[in-house]
């Protein structure tokens, strides 16, 4: 039941043999790896197979490795197979096996790089399928041969170090790899410096590639990057080898100063100017360019007490740039030495050496130009009084000319004056009004007026100078206040309302402003005793009645007085109307007829007013006269032309009556005798609508009052036409207007013409003048001549 599953190692030990070099194998062993092995006491279930090793990049293939056998049938009646990665799966077709005899061959060269072993599953199977013995585990280990080379992680490797280092000093590290066995001498990696261009100064360690310095006299100045090349070997230095570089560079250090380029630099300046460069300061220092130990910084030690130079750095050059920042006065002083020196930005190493020309001497000579003249006072400020009067000094503009060694002259004139107010004199500079400054000019800024004086001396080319001159507006007190308003009411009885407030306003500024005094005049003492003033605040009082006196308007005269210095003071009308008041203080409606004068006009402008409205009524009615003889004549004339048509002409509407028939119209009996005019009835349903009326007025009139008097029929007809046009239930106001022939056998006389005198000679039409502007055209017609 138990039969051994036999496993024959014959090939794969003859294999070894020949490539260990190992004589005296010449056919592969046959093991029997389930065979149970003869032992007293426990029985084993199968052989542990030792792994099988195969070199890697055998080129002689196929190559046979193993041969398994089964005990449990005979030769030719079992089958064999395998499985695992190089067979079925990934990658496939590596290995394989002779299904009748159990052989396995390699079919495939090996790479212990990309696999390193290989674990495949070995089956016997009957000749019907069935299971002969359980799968055993064949494990296939691929032996490592030296066919990679060691290769650096980067091609350049770069380090600093500062110059002057001490010996040992970590610079940099380089790294290698090598793809081969790391359990063997394959893989066994040693590193050395091939070349370092110049003196042994850097060494590696073999081992940890760590490059580190070995001597003292790094300097950069004398050589700035050092090149290494670099060598990593394998098999522990013997073998397979890689180049690689190393830059090393050497970090600059404070160790040299700048010095001076000369002892002495010779420089000129202009007289007058700032803000100028004058000469360059050459320096020269051999640590880095750009870096701080390199970037200069001057410093002027002696020869400029009122510090008017400066001296910068150019970025660039490095040089020291001497500029003039303050102006510079050849009259004051024409030559300048100055003695300057020159450091690093960093600190200088305590090590370096002194620097020879660390400092130097600059000469610099001013040069005489014209200078423009200088105003002593610039802006000049001074005060005028307001309306000060042409010819008033204003001030002296005078100015100095800083060319002491030059006879010069100097003239002055206006450069700006908006308002053309002042004038100069071209040779003292003394400023004067020439006519009067009004106080409304729009260049008054806050009482202040702004012009521009130049000064110019007679040089060639001549030079100019421009002086503000600001000339404050005093406020003077020329104005006396005014009352605002000259008017008001007063209540006839002095225990009704509360007096009348009155106000002042003036046109001066603050102080010759309020407080204002209110007082009645002195000139008229009757006044006190009627009318009494008594002070509210500093611009309003308050007027108040003593007795009653009469209703209407009556004039007082109050004296205003202002604050200013000296104070002004005017005597003014005041228009005070007196009248009923009511419980509230007010005026009743009844009095306001009283308050016509109230509107604060004199007599005499009143009177003006007055005739001018006389005046333009007389021209109205003339013109109005006119036009009425000339309309008179037109239409007798138009009249006497057209007497057979003038029904048709008078008034021509769309819409006519419907004669005798039309219940609605005018009846014209009840025109001409109204006290017989009765009350009818409500008609019966509802009475058509007009075609023209407007939409929602279709409500009917309330019935209206008849006149009592013949004054009132104008009135009555008026209201009556009015209410026609607006009431859509009855026809238009000229219905009554509209007649035609309606034939014989009518009840009714026939109103015939206009101008027909049938039945209407004994008719007096001279009522048509109060009938009103509707009726002026008829009572022209038929009224007396």
């Known amino acids: 039941m138990d039969a051994a599953f036999l496993l024959a190692l014959g090939l794969l030990a003859q294999s070894l043999c020949q490539s260990l070099g190992v004589p005296g194998l010449g ?50 009646s079992v089958i064999y197979s395998i499985q695992g990665p190089g067979v079925d799966e990934e990658p496939r077709g590596v290995f394989s096996i002779d299904k009748f005899t159990g052989k396995v061959s390699l079919n495939a060269v090996l790479d212990r790089e990309k696999t390193d072993r290989f674990r495949l599953r070995a089956f016997a199977l009957d000749l019907g399928g069935s299971t002969l013995e359980e799968p055993t585990d064949l494990e296939i280990v691929v032996v490592d041969q030296n066919d990679n080379r060691p290769v650096f ?28 066995d790391p359990e063997t001498d394959n893989a066994a990696l040693r590193f050395s410096i091939l070349e370092q261009g110049g003196p042994q100064l850097f060494s590696i360690d073999p081992y940890t590639g760590e490059i580190r310095t070995v001597q003292v006299g790094l300097d950069r100045e004398v ?19 890689a180049t690689a570089s190393a830059l090393i560079t050497l970090e600059d250090v404070n160790d040299n100063a700048p010095e001076f380029t000369r002892d002495e630099f010779f420089v000129e300046a202009t007289e007058a100017v700032s803000a100028v460069d004058v000469g360059r300061l050459a320096v020269e220092d051999r640590d880095l360019p750009g870096s701080p130990n390199w970037v200069a910084r001057f410093t002027i030690l002696e020869g400029d007490p009122d510090r008017q130079f400066t001296i910068r750095t150019d970025p660039k050059t490095n040089e020291g740039v001497l500029s003039v920042v303050k102006p510079l006065d050849y009259e004051r002083r024409e030559r300048y030495d100055l003695r300057v020196a020159v450091q690093n930005e960093a600190p200088l190493q305590a090590t370096a050496p002194w620097a020879e020309r660390g400092q130097a001497r600059v000469s610099v000579q001013v040069r005489d130009v014209n200078e423009a003249p200088v105003f ?54 003394q400023v004067q009004t020439q006519r009067v400054l009004s106080p409304a000019s729009p260049f008054l800024k806050d009482g202040w007026y702004r012009a521009i004086i130049l000064a110019q001396d007679d040089a060639s080319p001549p030079s100019t100078a421009t002086g503000t001159l600001s000339i404050e507006i005093l406020e003077v007190n020329d104005h006396a206040p005014e009352l605002s308003p000259p008017w008001g009411s007063l209540c006839s009885a002095p225990d009704q309302g509360s007096g009348l407030l009155l106000g002042a306003m003036d046109e001066d500024l603050p102080p010759h402003g309020a407080p204002f005094h209110f007082q009645l005049s002195p000139r008229i003492p009757e006044l006190a005793r009627n009318w009494s003033l008594s002070q509210v605040n500093v611009s309003h009082a308050r007027l108040r009645l003593r007795h009653q006196v009469q209703e209407g308007l009556h004039r007082l005269s109050l004296l205003l007085r202002d604050s200013g210095q000296p104070p002004q003071q005017r005597e003014q009308a005041l228009n005070v109307t007196v009248c009923r008041c009511g419980p509230d203080g007010a005026c009743l409606p009844g009095a306001a007829a009283l308050r016509v004068g109230g509107a604060g006009l004199s007599l005499g402008a009143l009177v003006i007013v007055l005739a001018s409205v006389i005046l333009l009524l007389l021209l109205a009615l003339l013109v109005a006269l006119l036009t009425r003889s000339r309309q008179q004549s037109w239409d007798k004339g138009l009249l006497h032309g057209l007497q057979d048509d003038l029904r048709d002409n008078i008034l021509n509407y769309d819409e006519q009556g419907g004669g005798e028939e039309d219940q609605d119209a005018y009846d014209m009996d009840q025109l001409r005798h109204p006290a017989e005019l009765v009350a009818l009835s409500t008609p019966l349903g509802r009475p058509p609508l007009r075609r023209d009326a407007p939409f929602g007025r279709a409500h009917p009139q309330a019935a209206r009052t008849l006149p009592t008097s013949p004054s009132d029929i104008a009135d009555f007809i008026n209201e009556g036409l009015e209410a026609a046009d607006s009431d859509p239930s009855v026809p238009p106001y000229d219905t009554a207007l509209i007649f035609d022939y309606e034939g014989d056998g009518s009840e009714a006389g026939t109103l015939s013409s206009i101008l027909s005198s049938l039945g209407d000679g004994d008719q007096d039409y001279s009522c048509l003048w109060d009938w009103g502007p509707r009726f002026a055209r008829l009572a022209d017609l038929y009224g007396p001549p």
């Open 223 to 241: 050589v700035a990057v050092y090149n290494l090349t670099l060598q990593v070997a394998d098999m522990s230095g013997e073998g397979l080898t």
């Open 27 to 76: 056919r592969p062993r046959t093991l029997y790896p389930w065979r149970r092995a003869p032992t007293l006491g426990r029985v084993r279930r199968a052989w542990v197979i030792p792994p099988i090793s195969v070199s890697e990049n055998h080129k002689r293939l196929p190559f046979p490795l193993v041969q398994i056998k089964s005990d449990k049938q005979q030769p030719g």
């Open 153 to 180: 992680r980067q091609e350049v490797f770069t380090g600093h170090v500062l110059e002057g280092a001490a010996p040992g000093t970590y610079v940099t590290r380089a790294e290698a790899t090598d793809a081969d």
């Open 376 to 429: 002593q006072e610039n802006p000049l400020r001074t005060s005028l009084a307001e309306g000060a009067a042409p010819g008033t000094p204003v001030a002296t503009f005078s100015a100095r000319d800083p060319d002491t060694q030059q006879l010069q002259r100097l003239s002055y004139s206006k450069d700006y004056d908006p308002e053309d107010w002042l004038q100069v004199d071209g040779a003292t500079g």
